[in-house]
């Protein structure tokens, strides 16, 4: 099955500073990598996605990269805020059998004020 | 529209209890998925249904049995509690796209 490695686990940063986290895949036919933002005590929100036919997407201060050869994608965010601080998961999924995600193990980010 | 909604939000079991917890969702969606969250994990994907009256395993099955009779419900039971099953469980939906919608969580605690 789909295995999804993530890191790093912890990343602090100061505020103003980007972010990258970083996340390897195991399936070749996953074509799916949304990533998830988590707030203490909250669901998992969906922050950004990407399909296997997109190299590259940006959504304001967040961005995501998807290598398909190398089997992974990354997490951008830049101009961090305090906000920001949160666990972020990555996820990937395949078009076939039960299409459901698999996570990573998360990255708890802190951004320091 | 409450979008995925999850029943009861806290619960203490004692080991060797049962219990079931009800995932609802109003969205339509065929695809439904229960996962369990420990400390310092990501979800963990334990039974899901891809549409009414279908169910199967995922990666941590044992312990739990699930019902999906209805397209909106999709049930998570523990025949017999414990400890190890002390976790943040959470349901989820999507349509025949992508995008998962999540519940709000149930934390349980076995004792």
């Known amino acids: 099955g789909e295995n999804v490695e993530q890191h790093p686990s912890t990343l602090s940063v100061q505020e103003g500073d980007s972010a990258v986290i970083k996340c390897t895949y195991s399936?070749?036919?996953?074509?799916?990598f949304p990533w998830y933002k988590q707030e203490l005590g909250k669901r998992p929100q969906l922050i950004i996605d990407?399909?296997?036919?997109?190299g590259e997407k940006k959504d304001q201060r967040i961005a995501v990269t998807l290598n398909k050869t190398a089997k992974h994608f990354s997490l951008h965010i830049t101009e961090t805020q305090p906000e920001d601080s949160a666990v972020y998961f990555c996820?990937?999924?395949?078009?076939?059998?039960?299409?459901?995600?698999?996570f990573g193990s998360g990255t708890r980010l802190q951004v320091q004020p | 529209n409450a979008g995925v909604t999850q029943t009861p939000k806290f619960r203490v079991l004692k080991t060797g209890q049962s219990m079931t917890l009800l995932c609802a969702q109003d969205?339509?969606?065929?695809?439904m998925y229960w996962y369990r969250q420990d400390p310092g994990m990501g979800l963990r994907l334990i039974h899901y249904?891809?549409?009414?009256?279908?169910?199967a395993k995922g990666e941590v099955p044992d312990g739990y049995n699930v019902s999906r009779l209805k397209k909106q419900n999709f049930l998570l039971g523990l025949e017999s509690a414990a400890p190890s099953q002390t976790s943040v469980y959470f349901c989820?939906?999507?349509?025949?796209?992508?995008?998962?919608?999540f519940g709000p969580g149930t934390r349980l605690t076995v004792t």
């Open positions: 399936d070749s036919a996953s074509n799916y």
């Open positions: 989820a939906s999507r349509p025949q796209s992508y995008e998962q919608y």
């Open positions: 969205m339509n969606h065929e695809y």
């Open positions: 249904s891809v549409g009414e009256g279908t169910t």
């Open positions: 996820a990937a999924i395949m078009d076939t059998g039960r299409r459901a995600l698999t």
């Open positions: 990407i399909r296997s036919n997109v």
